[in-house]
């Protein structure tokens, strides 16, 4: 090989790692599909297993269920708006387009202008209602900032959903946050979904603490029943690591998810309808950082 065929052959393999490294790293481009869903899957033992990792940086493996639905988003799809920052997905073959969103709750502060939030190209908002104490007593507590969140955001034209942060031990406790949130909505034209808010609490003691797979999975089933005999549309609120080592995905294929993941293409390999993408977005009429949202729409559903 010449010198100069040598040099070539070599800046095309540089080329090629250079592309890769812009395929895994930056927006998502191509049309290699396991890639592009930020999943990597491989067998083990006889078993498909994928890997993930939370926002700390740390590696987890799970089995690849079966039963539950996987994702079909093809996130070549995916495009940033330059100037707003907030992303976009069109998919017009297999007519999947999507809604910006935010969430908000009291520690957005007093201060909205929902006006500009609207303007800014935000169509959603899923607020805060309120959420059940981590003490033993674990009360009921409204949101300081709801009912004037939710007043002026429906005032701006922004369709509202709302969210509940739990603390359930019992289902018993599941029903009662659950028709607390029904009295506190039935005020209001809310049209978006009524999420179930259950998490892990690392740095701090939780009453839930000592909840099973089970019972957590159980929790959910209930308050999201509770909400669709109430005539709305729930949906549960995870991120990857609860999914794949708290709940029992198998037996929540009937409910929809809202998915939190800050990676720059998600992991997640089973269905959902909302993608929670940052917790540092920028949005006009919000002071401070403010978490952004992809709702995914089908035709069907329009």
């Known amino acids: 090989m010449t010198l100069k065929k040598y040099r070539a052959a070599v800046l095309a393999f540089c080329m090629a790692l250079f592309l ?57 799809y995916l495009k940033t708006d330059k100037k707003t920052g907030y992303k976009h ?15 908000v709750s009291e520690f957005q502060g007093e201060e909205i202008d929902w006006k500009k939030v609207k303007a800014s190209g935000v169509e959603f908002v899923i607020i805060r209602l309120g959420y059940r104490a981590y003490g033993e007593n674990g009360e009921l507590v409204m949101d300081d900032m709801y009912e004037k969140n939710v007043k002026e955001a429906q005032d701006a034209g922004l369709e509202v959903g709302v969210y509940f942060f739990s603390q359930a031990i019992s289902p018993a406790e599941a029903v009662e946050e659950a028709e607390y949130v029904l009295k506190h909505i039935r005020g209001y034209d809310i049209d978006g979904p009524v999420v179930y ?5 690392e740095y701090s003691d939780a009453r839930t603490d000592r909840n099973t797979r089970q019972e957590f999975t159980n929790y959910c089933k209930v308050f999201c029943d509770t909400i669709e005999s109430g005539g709305y549309e729930p949906m549960i609120y995870s991120n990857m690591k609860w999914m794949a080592r ?4 198998e037996e929540l294929t009937d409910y929809d998810f809202w998915y939190a993941d800050y990676h720059v293409v998600p992991q997640c390999p089973y269905k959902y309808k909302i993608w929670q993408y940052s917790e540092t977005g920028e949005v006009p009429g919000i002071t401070g950082g403010v978490n952004l949202n992809l709702w995914f729409q089908e035709d069907e559903e329009e």
Do not use: H, W
């Not at 639905?69 to 093809?74: A, F, K, M, N, Q």
């Not at 808010?197 to 609490?201: G, P, S």
């Not at 708290?246 to 995905?249: A, Q, Y």
């Open 20 to 76: 890769a490294g812009c395929r895994m790293q930056g927006e998502a481009t191509g049309t290699e599909k396991d890639d592009l869903k930020g999943i990597d899957i491989e067998e083990k033992d006889g078993k498909e297993v994928y890997s993930f990792e939370d926002k700390a940086g740390r590696q987890y493996e799970a089995e690849l269920l079966a039963d539950v639905p996987r994702c079909t988003y093809d996130f070549s």
């Open 89 to 103: 997905y069109t998919d017009e073959e297999n007519g999947v387009s999507s809604r910006v969103g935010i969430d």
């Open 197 to 201: 808010d259950t998490e892990d609490i």
């Open 246 to 249: 708290t709940l029992i995905m």
